[in-house]
């Protein structure tokens, strides 16, 4: 997992603490962006493994914002998105593990604030080997 990049938007600072400790832990290289802005430049400057993005920040949903920026450029979209929010209820999702509506939100998974530590990084685990295929078979 070393060399493994992970970026997190999200501009709740002891919120990212916690999620960044887990990670950090894991041995992932992690960095942070608490807003949208600073999160598009970074992932933009490049070599992202996975994204692991907040829905609300600043004014309202900016994070869906960002997920809608990220699946309309082609570089970018490659990289896959972990949804972490406290909001499924306002957003109606169906959640856990089905699929959100590709026209709602671009993303690859979800999970629900406060996420167990074991969960968040199952998931980071599997989207990462998910992405490492699709990227061998050339998808």
Do not use: C, W
Not at 26 to 38: E, F, L, S, T
Not at 47 to 69: N, P, Q, T
């Amino acid at each position: 997992m070393a060399n493994t990049k992970l970026l997190i938007i999200d501009d709740d600072p002891d919120y990212v603490d916690g999620i960044k400790s887990i990670l950090d832990k894991a041995d992932y290289d992690v960095d942070v962006a608490y807003n949208p802005k600073d999160g598009l430049e970074a992932l933009k400057s490049g070599g992202y493994d996975l994204l692991l993005l907040d829905i609300m920040m600043g004014r309202g949903a900016e994070g869906v914002m960002v997920a809608r920026k990220i699946n309309k450029d082609p570089k970018l979209r490659e990289i896959p998105v972990l949804i972490i929010t406290g909001i499924r209820e306002q957003m109606a999702f169906l959640f856990p593990g089905q699929p959100v509506h590709p026209r709602l939100l671009p993303t690859d998974a979800l999970l629900e604030k406060p996420v167990e530590p074991s969960l968040l990084l199952e998931k980071v685990e599997a989207l990462l080997k998910e992405a490492a295929e699709k990227k061998a078979k050339g998808a």
